[in-house]
C-alpha cells in the first residue's frame, strides 16, 4: 500500500477510516509520573510578579514574564534567584546572589524608575555565563521589596560563604 494514497484502493460504502486507526477502547492510561523542577531542596523566602530583561549584543533583549523568587537550599541556606517565564515554563534566570566584586549589586536603571539592573553568573542557558540582567516591576512598593529581599539574600550569602574556611 503507497503511505501517499496513490494507489487504485477501492473501499466500500460502509468503509470507516477511524476503525483502522482505533481498535478496541482507543485510550492508553498512562502513569503519573512526578515532575523534577531542580527546586525540591529549596525554600521560597520571596516571589514577585516580574519582566526580566538580558543585555546582549549591546542592548537590553527581554527574557519573559513570569514569578521571580528567592529561594533557599535546605541543606546548605544559599540563596538563589530563580525565574521560569509564564507560557513555558523555560528557565530565564538562575542564579545565586553572590558575594564576590563586581556582582549582584543593585543599581537603577536610568531610563526606568520602575527597574533594577546587575551583574551575575546566570545558568538559565545551556552554558553558564556572565549577564547583565535588568528586572521590571509595575509599582514602587515591589521595586523596595525586591530591594530589600536582593540585599538580605546578599548578605546572608555573604556571611555563608565567609563562615567557611580559606584555603591557605
Known sequence: MDPHGDDDEQVGEDYNPEQEVFVGEGQATLPQLPVQTGE???????????????????????RGVGDMKFLKNKQTNKIRLLMRQDKTGKLIANHFITAQEGFCKLSQLKTADK??????????????????????????????????????????????????????
Do not use: G, H, M
Not at 525540591?40 to 527581554?62: G, L, M, T
Not at 553558564?128 to 538580605?152: A, G
Open 40 to 62: 525540591e531542596n529549596d525554600e521560597e523566602v520571596a516571589k514577585f510578579r516580574a519582566k526580566i530583561y538580558r543585555f546582549a549584543d549591546s542592548q537590553w533583549k527581554e
Open 115 to 168: 527597574s533594577w539592573i546587575w551583574t551575575c553568573y546566570d545558568a538559565s542557558d545551556e552554558q553558564p555565563k556572565v549577564w547583565q540582567l535588568c528586572v521590571r516591576f509595575t509599582s514602587p512598593e515591589e521595586v523596595e521589596r525586591f530591594k530589600t529581599e536582593f540585599e538580605k539574600a546578599y548578605e546572608s550569602n555573604k556571611a555563608l560563604q565567609e563562615e567557611v574556611p580559606k584555603k591557605e
